[in-house]
């Protein structure tokens, strides 16, 4: 599915390539398809093709090679506003010289909806950004945030099948954020929407999606759904770039279908798991959460790999204990634990063990 090729796909992108000058592609080799109804988000950092693939879809922009589908239906050569598509982009471009409530009354007003009707449902678009008291008002009366609000009302009014957000919730506090994340997601499900959400916070796209596709230099680098991508990442630049991350660099010394051991720059030897390393000598990158990190040898397995580790600071953030440690030559090692009632406050100038389950030790590329 995962491929595009499933020919049920409400929306599919087929090897989509995408350049502006003729020469660099943006987008190298999009293949995504979504069911009906998923919650779809595009991460990624700045400038990887994110916004492009949107502006595609919604027919702002044209593939350069590839074809992308709607309900099976080929849409390169269909016009933006007959794709039926509510749409917030990063410049939340109201119209200006309409009220807030002319400019959430106007899709519907397309739509040949009677006036009761439309009044009732931008009402209901109003509280849902928590705006009702400014109907009256001109986008230019309005804070960023207020009419990053207003954009997202009218591209929901309509009650679209398929919905394009990028960065729908950039100018907003964290409060309100939250608020309008729990909002969106709410929305979309129980109407069945079909969203592709774009983001830079990845709190936002782990909270907020059926499935986060990862992208770096115009390329996906993994799509999978939060748990997965958070927990299992396929290479080192979604290691890295989905939540806090230890890393340990070194060469792989052994290998055995699903366990590897690791030898490390400084000297020391680790258990870890092969992700996308192939063989002995090989340079690997190992990744591992802060919260997987074990301090209690009791609870590893009988002949593990243990590293010697130097406390180098102690920081108590109320529910967990979030420990800086000297490991392997580097001193950027970072390990929570939650604050129960027996576990111990380390002391910065201490020395400890640490060690981990291979599984959650992840040996990965060495870019
Ligand atoms: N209209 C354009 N003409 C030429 N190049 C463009 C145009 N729009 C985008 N680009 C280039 O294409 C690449 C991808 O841009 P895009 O806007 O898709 O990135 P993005 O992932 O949305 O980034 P951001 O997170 O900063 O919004 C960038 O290198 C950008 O400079
Ligand atoms: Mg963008």
New binding site residues.
């Given amino acids: 599915m995962a491929d595009g090729s499933n020919g049920d796909a409400f929306v599919a992108f087929e090897r989509v390539q995408k350049s502006?000058?003729g020469e660099t592609l943006?987008?190298k080799d999009l293949n995504l398809s979504l069911p009906k109804g998923e919650f779809l988000t595009m991460l990624?950092?700045?400038?990887?093709?994110?916004?492009?693939?949107l502006?595609m879809l919604a027919g702002f922009?044209t593939a350069t090679h590839g074809e992308i589908k709607l309900d099976g239906v080929s849409i390169n050569n269909i016009p933006p506003h007959k794709r039926g598509i509510g749409m917030v982009f990063?410049n939340y471009a109201l119209f200006p010289h309409m009220t807030v409530a002319e400019n959430l009354s106007f899709p519907l007003e397309v739509r040949k909806m009677g006036k009761s009707d439309r009044e009732a449902k931008v009402k209901r678009a109003l509280d849902m950004v928590q705006m009702g008291a400014f109907g009256g008002r001109r986008p230019a009366q309005m804070s960023g945030g207020q009419q990053q609000r207003i954009a997202l009302a009218r591209a929901l009014v309509f009650e679209p099948e398929l919905v394009l957000m990028?960065?729908p919730l950039g100018a907003l506090d964290k409060q309100l954020r939250e608020h309008m994340q729990f909002e969106i997601t709410n929305l979309a499900h129980s109407l069945g929407i079909t969203t592709v959400y774009?983001t830079?916070d990845q709190t936002e796209a782990l909270t907020m999606s059926d499935r986060v596709a990862v992208?770096n230099d115009?390329r996906i680098q993994q799509l999978a759904p939060p748990d997965e991508l958070y927990e299992q990442p396929q290479n080192s630049f979604v290691a890295q770039f989905i939540g806090e991350n230890n890393t340990l660099e070194g060469t792989i010394a052994e290998i055995r279908g699903d366990h590897c051991v690791v030898k490390l720059d400084g000297g020391e030897t680790i258990d870890a798991t092969p992700v996308n390393v192939t063989k002995v000598g090989e340079r690997t990158q190992v990744s591992i959460r802060p919260e997987r990190v074990e301090v209690n040898k009791e609870r590893l397995q009988e002949g593990a790999h243990t590293l010697k580790a130097e406390v180098l600071e102690f920081v108590y953030m109320g529910d967990i204990f979030r420990t800086r440690l000297r490991v392997a030559g580097r001193d950027d090692f970072v390990i929570k634990t939650r604050n129960a009632p027996d576990q111990i406050r380390m002391t910065p100038g201490s020395m400890i063990e640490i060690g981990w389950l291979p599984s959650d030790c992840r040996a990965l590329d060495a870019p």
């Fill in positions: 502006y000058d943006v987008v990624g950092p700045s400038g990887s093709g994110k916004t492009t693939c502006m922009e990063q990028d960065e774009v830079h992208f115009g």
